[in-house]
């Protein structure tokens, strides 16, 4: 599986973006899809994931209410809308995909992550 992102850039505070993430490959593998963020000088975080079902969705107390993670099922694209953005916000976003792979009743988890995007709130 192939992640590959794109709608990073710089806005103004209290403005809005929206990530994309489209995964190719073998998408049947994936269970969960997800973005992280990491700002300089600090540990990468989790931001928002959903299952592949889309049955269960996590967003960290930061972002809850101004983010929204989403995708669509036909393109296996991941959406990331982020409204009402701070300049706490800045940070490098990365997406990311637990797989669960195998075959003849042995399986096991792998993860993969995008190569990054950058997102940079002004004051």
């Known amino acids: 599986v192939q992640l590959v992102e794109s709608g990073g850039g710089l806005v103004q505070s209290g403005g809005s973006l929206r990530l994309s993430c489209a995964a190719s490959g073998s998408t049947s593998d994936i269970r969960t899809m997800g973005w992280y963020r990491q700002a300089p000088g600090e540990q990468r975080e989790l931001v928002a994931s959903?299952?592949?079902?889309?049955?269960?969705?996590q967003y960290s107390d930061a972002v809850q209410g101004r983010f929204t993670i989403s995708r669509d099922s036909a393109s296996y694209t991941a959406y990331l809308q982020m409204n009402g953005l701070k300049p706490e916000d800045t940070a490098e976003y990365s997406c990311?995909?637990?797989?669960?792979?195998?075959?003849?009743?042995?399986?096991?988890?792998?993860?993969?992550w995008g190569q990054g995007t950058l997102v940079t709130v002004s004051a």
């Open positions: 959903m299952t592949s079902g889309g049955g269960s969705i």
């Open positions: 990311h995909a637990d797989l669960y792979v195998g075959g003849g009743g042995v399986y096991t988890w792998r993860e993969v």
